[in-house]
């Protein structure tokens, strides 16, 4: 597929990497020259230098026959005009980052009338994986499908727990409606079959619908005390989503920002919640702020190495619950792998819903995929498709499939009844599938079937 | 500073006046006095056409240059020459022979204050007890005119007690031009004051004193112009038409403006409207268990304490019962509403319910920053945040106000013989309300103080209805010097 991306900024740069491992051909283009540079020395695609809104960059980088065009310079206002120029000249979708709300109210009017299909907000997504989050405390990560109500969460397996032992099989007869969807085992992602056992310190992957994780997680003696308050340390864009998300959600909220007016701007925005001007890095303001007494700690600075070392600190604290923005994750590599609870990164949740639609958008005819998760680094998908008419997979029942290796049918969500396949059930069409596949670029639903050849 | 747009100003509101001096010259015929009576209204009328001809500089005025500084001493102008034209009828009349008092009524009168220093109304001839009454209306409508049309759209902060309660600029809102507002203010206000006279002329209250009773309630002044010092009407319909309409002159006029362009949910929404319906609730209540218990019965306790905190708050000073017999702690209640005084942006005076909630609220937000020297703490009226620089103003106009008064209270104590007596003279003088406790309560005026004591209050009331500043501004050496330093 052909695809244009305007801007090689934090964003664009994982763009370029993750569309060009799914197989496009890809032109970036980016006013700055040596940054361009830089990232084509590493990765090979063309480059154009120059401004995403200029007629003339735009042929020249072949718009007309492209079949995705994704702008995400740092302004709004360049995004969407280059959007709108991109699909005039021919492009067949466009996808602009637009930041500023006022912009981002009118999806519909963007879409229908400026050309404009799809409008994606870093910070308003990285806000939303943190409120996940807060609903499954203990959990280090929170997924949610199908408007929330199937939730996929990670936990740890640990030395005391009744789970550390038990084969897979087993653990389907104890928990009847959800399922271990991936094994983490000394930085390993498996995805599992049922002769797998569980150990101390792994982490698991956990599927179903949220009312039954709920109870598992409850039942397998998870701390399902509620967050009731949040210290939210570094006022930037997260925060302003996030406070607002955390409001619905009954979470009262402090932050500390070290800019006098931005905070301003904050509590101007939500009188409810208690803004502070200070130093959020200084461990005795920290203190004085009372921090220890916070069931969660969130730190979205703009820095990581200063949101890493926080969350540590309010960690040896023990603060229940750590949130920590961290932009490199090479800088965690440093630490170990459970040294820091749940970890968000907003160019991944970004370039996730831009590859869900790259794969699935942009070829309607060949499937219908709903949703990409990527996890653990990327060692692992999550996908789930609608099957269509006529998919290979609803010949047989799911024992019989020849499924390729390191692939699950984790989920079938059928007729709004959520429901966790056991090996005598048939996938039906229409059938909403939630699968979990250690393979990379699967686009169809029939590409989980053995000797299919993924393009 | 613009010295011909500032005499061009006063003189369109000096010919203005001259025009309306004729309104009472034709009650004269109407009324069946002598025809020389006529007199004490042309010859004040021609004076102002001459004032007009000669202080209007309409050619060579540039209306562009017309700034805040320029903007207050209009106002401050405009009271002065209004109340000191309007002082003649009442001399060339001969009905009263004093300058000094003279001035007073006028004063009062154009700035609805509603105090008197006649005890015997029956001095009077009608045509002039038309006129005293005609003046608090006039008044009401200059300040209305002035503080929500005028004001809110130029820099003069002092005029509105903060931004988001006028019709000035806001993020996202078409703004309507001054013309046009003033237009509709003005309709508005002779459009309310109609329906007052029409519903007290349906109550049984002869067409005359329908009119001075609501001129009086229009400018929330309430002149008495009867010889008894409480109304002379029993009946419950007169005086709940009186409270309705008080309190509609009491409230924001910008509220009915929004009415008009159905915005509902504003009007709704409005915080001071909100603060001062449960502060007359709240009012009313105590003042009422306080008489039942002090032997009232209840329907009649109720009654008075209705008119008498709907009058006071309003700062009309129109009375139904001698509130001064009341219990120390009734009495008391009457005089923070007479502080707190009306809505901004209507013809009341006092310190405006607005300005006392910020003042109120900004205490507590200053509490919290004490408390917690990082959180950032914010006041919000409206569901907006008050800027420091909003607030800034009023913290001063607070401050200034207090200084005023405390200095009121020694001036008045040169003549009075009670506290009481000195702190409510001065309380009724700068509040613009008229009536205050013992000497100058119920049953008392402003007559048995000497000429420069009447004097003062003149002044006072002045200060008061122009919200201090314009007049400070006025009596600041430098802004007559033409200094640019």
Known sequence: MDIIIAGGGVVGHTLVEELFEEGNNIVLIEKEGELLDKILSKIDIDGLVGNAASYENLVEAGVENCDVFISVTSQDEINMIACIMAKNLGATYTIARVRNPEYADHAD?????LGISMMINPEYEAAQAIAHITQFPSAYDVEFFEEGRVAMIKILVSEDSFLKGL??????????????????????????????????????????????????????????????????????????YLIGLLEKLHISIKVIEEDYQTAYELAEKYPNSLIIHGDGTDQEFLDEEHMTSFDSVICVRPYDEENILTSLYALSEGIGKVITQVSRVSLLRILGETELQTVITPKFTIADKIVRFVRSFANPSISDMEAVIRIEENDVEVLQFRVKEGSQITNNTIMELDLKKHTLISLIVRHNKIIVPSGSDTIQTDDHIIIVTAHKRFDDIDDILEGRVVK | MNVNVISTSVS????????ILLLPALIVFVSGEPWTNSFSFLIPALLCFILYLLLNREGQTKFEELYTIEGFMIVALTWISLSLIGALPFLISGNLTSIVDALFESTSGFTGTGASVVPDVSVFEPSVLFWRSLTQWLGGMGILVFAVAIFPQSNASAFHVIQAESTGTKLGKLQTSVSQTTKRLISLYVTLTIITILALIIGGVSPFYSMLLSFGTAGTAGMNPFLSPLLPYDSIYVQAVLVISMLAFGTNFNLYIHLLNKQVKEVWRDEELRWYSSLLAVAVILITLTLVL???NFVGSLKDSLFQVASLSTTTSYLTADFDVWPIFAKTILLILM??????????????VSRVVLLIKETFSEIKRISYPHRIVTTRYNNEVV??????????????????????????????????????????????????????????TYAHFNAPTKLFASFLFIVGRLEIYPILVLFTPNVWRRRIL
């Open chain 2, 294 to 296: 002090n032997g009232g």
């Open chain 2, 12 to 19: 369109r509101i000096i010919g203005l006046q001259g025009l």
């Open chain 1, 167 to 240: 084969s897979l099989i087993e653990f389907r007869k104890s928990f009847k409606n959800i399922l271990v969807s991936v094994i983490v085992r000394e930085g390993e992602s498996i995805v599992p079959s049922g002769d797998d056992v569980l150990q101390a310190d792994d982490l698991i992957y956990i599927i179903g619908a949220r009312p039954d994780v709920n109870s598992f997680y409850i039942a397998s003696g998870y701390s399902n005390r509620p967050i009731k308050n949040a210290l939210i340390i570094g006022g930037g864009r997260i925060s302003y």
């Open chain 2, 339 to 352: 502080f707190i005084g009306g809505m901004s942006g209507s013809t009341a005076g006092g310190l405006k």
């Open chain 2, 387 to 444: 800027k420091d620089r909003q607030m800034r103003p009023i913290i001063n106009y607070f401050l200034v106000y207090i200084l005023i008064f405390i200095l009121s209270i020694l001036i008045f104590s040169l003549e009075t013989e009670g506290f009481a007596s000195a702190f409510s003279a001065a309380a009724a003088a700068l509040n613009n309300i008229g009536i205050g406790f013992n000497e100058v309560g119920p049953l008392g």
């Open chain 1, 109 to 113: 009017f963007m879409r229908q009338d």
